[in-house]
C-alpha cells in the first residue's frame, strides 16, 4: 500500500467513529443502559443482570449481544467478498457500511415513530438494530488491517504502551482520532436526545453517509489515487 492512501482511509474510519459514539450514547441513555458496539461491556452487563437478579438488564445485555453477532455474521463475508478486494478501501468494504446505513435507516423509521421515546418491545427491538449496525461496522473495518471503529479498549491499550516505551505504533494519528470523534460523537447524540430526540438519528446516519459518499466517489473518479498500480 503507497502511503499516500493510508490518509484517506484512516480520515474515513475516524469519521465512521462519530457514529459509533453516537451510537453508544443512544443506546445507553435511551434503549436501556446497554452498549451497542461495547460488547465486552455487555457481557459484564449480563453478569451484573444474573448476579443481582435484575431481569431487564440481563434481557437488554442479551439482546445487544445477539445482535452485535448477527451483525457480524451478515458484514464479514460481505467485506471479505475478494472480487475488486484491492487497494487501500476495497469496495466490498462500502458494500458492507451500505448495508449497514440500511440497518441504520431502519433504527430511524421505528423511532420517529415511536416519538423518539420508544418503550418495551420497540426498545428491545432498537437495541438489536444499533448493535447489528455496529458488529456490521466492525466487520468492515476489520477488512482494513489491524484497526477499528468500534472496540478502541486495544486502541488506547496500544497507544498509552507506545507513549510510555518511546516507540511510535503505526496509525498513531488515526488512534488519536477515533479515541476523540468516538467522545465527540457521544456528546452529539447526547446533547440532540435532551434537546430535540427526534434529530437523533440525523447525528447517527450523516458521518456514515458521508463515508459511503466518499468512498463510492473515490472508486469511480480517483482510482488511480486509491489502489496501487499492478507494477507495484
Known amino acids: 500500500m503507497s502511503r499516500s492512501h493510508v490518509p484517506i482511509r484512516d480520515s474515513l474510519v475516524v469519521l465512521l467513529t462519530l457514529t459509533t459514539g453516537a451510537v453508544d450514547a443512544t443506546s445507553f441513555l435511551a434503549l436501556g443502559n446497554v452498549f451497542g458496539s461495547v460488547i465486552t461491556g455487555n457481557m459484564v452487563l449480563l453478569g451484573v443482570a444474573a448476579g443481582t437478579a435484575r431481569p431487564a438488564l440481563a434481557v437488554h445485555s442479551g439482546v445487544a449481544l445477539a445482535g452485535y453477532m448477527a451483525g457480524v455474521v451478515i458484514g464479514a463475508p460481505l467485506a471479505a467478498h475478494r472480487e475488486g478486494s484491492g487497494g487501500t478501501w476495497p469496495p466490498s468494504v462500502t458494500v458492507a457500511l451500505a448495508v449497514e446505513f440500511g440497518v441504520l435507516s431502519v433504527f430511524t423509521v ?51 504502551a507506545g507513549l510510555v516505551t518511546g516507540s511510535k505504533p503505526d496509525g498513531t494519528a488515526r488512534s488519536l482520532g477515533v479515541l476523540a470523534t468516538l467522545i465527540i460523537g457521544a456528546i452529539a447524540a447526547s446533547m440532540v436526545l435532551e434537546r430535540a430526540g427526534a434529530w437523533l438519528p440525523l447525528v447517527i446516519l450523516l458521518p456514515l453517509g458521508l463515508v459511503i459518499v466518499a468512498s463510492v466517489a473515490g472508486f469511480e473518479r480517483v482510482r488511480d489515487h486509491l489502489t496501487p498500480s499492478r507494477g507495484q
Do not use: D, I, K
Not at 421515546?117 to 426498545?123: K, W
Not at 428491545?124 to 471503529?149: E, Y
Open 110 to 160: 421505528a423511532w420517529e415513530l415511536a416519538g423518539a421515546a420508544p418503550r418495551g418491545g420497540v426498545q428491545l427491538a432498537l437495541v438489536v438494530v444499533l448493535a447489528a449496525a455496529m458488529g456490521l461496522q466492525a466487520a468492515a473495518v476489520r477488512r482494513l488491517g489491524q484497526m477499528s471503529s468500534t472496540y478502541l479498549t486495544s486502541t488506547l491499550t496500544g497507544l498509552v
